[in-house]
């Protein structure tokens, strides 16, 4: 992803917990395309990802939080992620459909979330959402990919504790 066309290099971060990465946020380019055909360049984010045993202690959200602030600031008008809505909205997304944003197919997906950074601008038309290619995962690839890794169990740890981390820019 990091070497692809579309990467936001401004916005990728890592967290740190005791000299160990525990989470990251990559970002990438993404766009709006209203009725007349106009494009307005916005962002996705994702992967997003936390350490299992670091999840559900604020990380995920600092990042979130961490990298909105720089949208603000670069002048991104707008964030569209596919995600569980019980994830993101209390980070201030919304249904995409709330701002009249649409996929490239005119439905609107349960999971296609919203967040107009610069208020105002969107809800006046409509749009239709296109996400970077990069995010396009050919399933075979991915299975091939896979099996590289011996299988892991999924498990979850509800835990509350509250703890510091360093949320710092992954440049390599």
């Known amino acids: 992803m990091r070497s692809h066309q579309d990467f936001?290099?401004?916005m990728d971060f890592i967290a740190e917990y005791n000299g160990r990465i525990v989470g990251n946020i990559m970002y990438a380019k993404s766009w709006l395309i209203n009725e007349n055909g106009n494009e307005l360049e916005i962002a996705s984010f994702g992967p997003l990802c936390v350490l299992p045993q670091y999840q559900r202690k604020g990380i995920?959200?600092?990042l979130i939080q961490h990298t909105l602030k720089i949208a603000l600031k670069k002048n991104i008008k707008a964030v569209v992620i596919l995600g569980d809505p019980h994830n993101y909205c209390k980070h201030g997304f919304k249904s995409a459909r709330d701002?009249?944003?649409s996929d490239m197919n005119g439905e609107y997906p349960y999971g296609m979330l919203a967040l107009e950074l610069?208020?105002?601008g969107l809800k006046?038309?409509?749009?239709?959402?296109k996400?970077?290619?990069v995010y396009t995962v050919d399933e075979k690839d991915a299975e091939t990919y896979d099996k590289k890794f011996r299988h892991k169990e999924k498990r979850y740890n509800y835990s509350q504790e509250i703890f510091s981390i360093a949320i710092?820019?992954?440049v390599r």
Do not use: P, T, V
């Not at 006046?124 to 959402?129: A, D, P, S, V």
């Open 99 to 101: 701002l009249n944003i």
């Open 131 to 133: 996400y970077s290619d």
């Open 8 to 10: 936001i290099k401004e």
């Open 60 to 62: 995920g959200s600092a």
């Open 168 to 170: 710092r820019s992954y």
């Open 118 to 120: 610069k208020k105002g």
């Open 124 to 129: 006046k038309q409509r749009w239709k959402y």
